[in-house]
């Protein structure tokens, strides 16, 4: 077990929620350049789309070492976690530290105000000269959180490139403050000399791409069904002069990769769409930024919108009963609350929220997409044989919460009993708001192998008799 070294820096400002556009989905932790340390420091931005980006604080930095210019950050991650946001960074001397090999590790309320958790051991047998860089988070789905990190047991002044030693290693947190660590344990890659690892789940499948200094720095994507080992499936595909590099997933299954240009001028992250196999890119085009961006990571804003600010923006000019949370005005048997928390349009017919899949050989899926900024909705799938009992989750795991290029997130979640089995229950999606005295609202959607559509489309139907439509 290993301890964060102990460092109390806490900025005096009072913690808040961001303050950042209502339309906000994306959040980025990033440095600006290169330049010795001149703007080797902590920025932040925000996005709609993930496309156009937005500084906060006025485009400074909200974030640096006390010991800055010496000790600097490069390469942050950022995740939301325990109600705090997260930011994990190359530390000290480009990596390089006197006491110990470590990375930085912040946290945050409202993205502006940051206190220095620590600096996290990264300590593993045999180390002469070492240095430990380019942390990234990564949430299973099980909620348990992990740092995926490049660590070298040598040469830690550089003096062969590519560093022949590094290696991808995994760490975790043992308690809910982040300051007891697991040691630092290595992933077995098809690749034995890598770095900048980013990693996701769809499904019960582990997905990743990283730089492999094996294959002359150009990025590799790997698949696995164990997070630490089982790697493979490998695709070498190209693209070895970039860095910062992230993926997230598209809602046709595809997925779209961002990198930026490395070490020459900074500018923003460029994109480019690709197939599951990462076998076929489209041209790649660039985002806008107000800001230089370097090196950095996205994460989906949390917690900061309420219903009423979305009904405001969303949901104007109409009545105020059409705008009430159980009302339907687009009567696609969906109401606004469920509409809110699962991102929906209000205005417009959507497609069912739960989805179901399977067969009698693997059981049930279920999938949905919902968004994290809303601070007042909380989802739960639930299960009945009879449309009477309602079972919280009963006997569904969630799989995988993968992060889409809209900032929503699609959760996945399998019943391990055979599909054949499950025709007589019925599944539905739960939304609750925790600040209304615990009471629940009514059920939001209800759904099952094979009675899905006939469930919604009743009630929508009684719905839209009722009010003479």
Known sequence: MLAAAALAMTCPAPAQEPSVPANTRFVMSYFKANNGGGDERLFISVSPDGQNWTALNGGQAVWQHPNYPNYVVRDPTIVFHKGFYWVAHTSGRYGVHPERPSFGLLKSKDLINWTQVGEINTSIPN????????????????????????????????????????????????????????????????????????????????????????????????????????????????????????????????????????????????????????????????????????????????????????????????????????????????????????DLNPRERSPAALTLSGNGATGLTARWRQAPSRKDAQVALQRTPDLGSWNLSAGFVVQSVALMIDGSEEVTAIHAAAASQERSNFVRLRVTDPGIAQIALPPAIAANSQTASSAVSSRAAKQKRSRGR
């Not at 308690?175 to 890598?194: G, I, K, R």
């Not at 996701?200 to 200094?213: L, P, Q, R």
């Not at 690709?274 to 917690?303: C, H, L, W, Y």
């Open 127 to 342: 180390m002469v000269d070492p240095f430990t860089w380019n942390p990234c988070f990564f949430k299973d789905g099980d909620g348990s959180l992990h740092v995926f990190v490049s660590i070298s047991r040598i040469n830690a002044n550089n003096s062969t490139y590519p560093i022949p030693d590094l290696r991808t290693y995994e760490l975790h947190p043992l308690n809910d403050d982040l300051t007891e660590w697991s040691a630092p344990t290595v992933v077995q890659l098809p690749h034995s000399n890598t770095n900048e690892f980013w990693a996701w789940k769809d499904g019960e499948t582990y997905h990743a791409v990283y730089v492999s200094f094996n294959s002359n720095g150009n990025l590799v994507h790997a698949t696995s069904k164990s997070l630490l080992t089982g790697w493979g499936n490998e695709r070498v595909f190209g693209f070895a002069t970039e860095e910062g590099l992230f993926v997230l997933k598209k809602p046709d299954g595809n997925y779209r990769l961002y990198t930026e240009t490395g070490n020459g001028t900074a500018t923003g992250y460029m994109w480019r769409d690709t197939n599951p196999e990462f076998s076929v890119f489209t041209q790649a085009a660039m985002t806008t930024t107000d800001t230089p961006m370097r090196n950095g990571k996205p994460a989906a804003i949390a917690g900061f919108l309420s219903y009423d600010a979305w009904r405001a923006d969303r949901m104007g000019g109409l009545p105020i009963i059409d705008s009430e949370r159980l009302a339907d005005p687009d009567y696609d048997g969906q109401n606004n609350f469920l509409e809110y928390a699962l």
